[in-house]
């Protein structure tokens, strides 16, 4: 507005108007008729293209329409002194001569007015006619459409941030806001382009009070993303010139997985024994038929499996070691089941390592055998993790928590899956302390 009426008020600037030629109609197909003030106004929020367009030497627009092998959207456009239309071809809403910028470029190069000075920058003489007519539904109406025809410019005095993104302006106005609103940013990386639009500071104006604008300054610099810590992190990585071999921190999960398939009898049923990835000293023990199925429901975001093992912020849940071989009887597996519960409970708590949990299996193996009288049971004990100690602490930490032995060796640590058979304990003579 402030630009119209600095042109219509100097009378040294030639200029030419041209209205929009605005219809309503009931009927989006037919029965249209010259549009009402509240229409017109209704449009102007829905279209690009204004009621008025002002036309003057210098002028700058925003092409609003695609148009293939010429120009397209939002691309800019230039009207030269040389290109001035007259009255009678904008009544007749005959097409228009101007330069159009090469694709990405914002602004109009210094001194650049004419069209051969603008043609050294790779600008293009271009016709630019009515904008394609588009059928509105009218806002706050009820069934009433609307639609415009008009040139297909729009007058270029601002721009948003991402619009500028890579431009080099001679003066930008801008105006920044703290919180929600039309001013307000939320991003940094937004003042970081803002700022460097201008070859010098004083060529930025803000309006408004310095000290809004200082304080909407400060507040969104100070804000982090998403991703703000993983790309510091990305970054510093990059940059790290110590080649030593890195510290790995094993004070949250000390266990790694050991690569082991489950038995191909999946309805065998199973009782097992789960490890929180996110604190291990969080563990589950329970028993089913089909462990694969079982495993999968534990980690979803539900309590379908139990309440403790459907809590978000213990999952994903790991499977420590599992007792196979029960031949689909329920019976036996609830009963060891509660047998290895038991055993756990009546453990100082202290020593409630997932390691020594998993050791308990032997005793209990041969204890429910016996209890049971079920030494036809073909069962198995298959541990699934191990702990993993850093080369060198071997010495320190040996069976300091009840755990297994420590693994730092590599020639006694090929990283197999554990699976011991329990079908006959009187001839089992491997050694039960095994690195987790």
Excluded at 131 to 156: C, D, E, I, M
Excluded at 177 to 199: D, F, K, N, P
Excluded at 349 to 377: K, Q, W
Aim: aromatic content about 8%; glycine content about 6%; overall charge negative.
């Amino acid at each position: 507005e402030k630009l119209i009426t600095k042109i219509t008020n100097d009378d040294s600037i030639h200029f030419l108007v041209r209205k929009c030629v605005d219809e309503e109609s009931r009927l989006e197909s037919s029965g249209w008729h010259q549009a009402s003030a509240s229409t017109t106004k209704k449009l102007n929020y829905e279209l690009k293209e204004p009621d008025v367009l002002y036309f003057f030497a210098g002028a700058t627009f925003e092409i609003t329409f695609n148009k293939d092998g010429s120009f397209s959207n939002s691309q800019l456009a230039y009207l030269c002194e040389e290109q001035m239309p007259t009255q009678q071809q904008l009544d007749s809403f005959a097409s228009l001569k101007l330069m159009v910028a090469p694709e990405g470029c914002k602004t109009v190069p210094e001194n650049c007015t004419t069209k051969q000075s603008l043609e050294a920058h790779g600008w293009r003489e271009k016709s630019i006619g009515v904008a394609p007519q588009r059928t509105q539904k009218v806002p706050h109406s009820s069934n009433l459409f609307g639609q415009r025809k008009q040139y297909g410019l729009q007058p270029r005095v601002s721009s948003t941030i991402h619009a500028i993104m890579g431009q080099t302006l001679a003066k930008l106005v801008t105006r920044i806001m703290r919180g929600s609103g039309t001013y307000a940013l939320w991003l940094r990386e937004q003042i970081v382009v803002l700022l460097s639009r201008t070859r010098r500071a004083q060529d930025i104006i803000f309006v408004g009070t310095p000290s809004q604008t200082i304080d909407a300054l400060i507040d969104i610099l100070q804000q982090r993303s998403q991703y703000t810590m993983y790309m510091a992190h990305i970054l510093e990585q990059l940059a790290h010139h110590d080649h030593t071999p890195p510290r790995i921190d094993l004070s949250h999960n000390p266990y790694r997985t050991i690569d082991f398939a489950l038995p191909v009898d999946t309805n065998a049923g199973y009782s097992y024994l789960l490890i929180s990835t996110r604190d291990s000293s969080q563990t589950y023990i329970g028993q089913t038929i089909n462990l694969h199925k079982r495993f999968q429901i534990h980690n979803r975001p539900c309590y379908k499996g139990t309440r403790q093992t459907g809590t978000i912020d213990l999952q994903p849940w790991a499977i420590f070691a599992f007792v196979c071989g029960f031949n689909g009887d329920q019976y036996f597996l609830l009963q060891f089941e509660k047998m290895w519960q038991n055993v756990v409970r009546r453990m100082p708590a202290a020593t409630r390592t997932p390691g020594r949990i998993a050791n308990e299996l032997d005793s209990i193996v041969d204890r429910f055998r016996t209890t049971h009288d079920c030494h036809h049971l073909p069962l198995k004990i298959v541990r699934c993790m191990r702990m993993v100690v850093p080369n060198g602490q071997q010495n320190n930490n040996n069976n300091n928590n009840g755990d297994d032995e420590n693994v730092g060796d590599d020639d006694n640590n090929s990283g197999i899956g554990v699976e011991e058979s329990k079908e006959d304990p009187d001839d089992d003579d491997s050694d039960h302390h095994f690195a987790p």
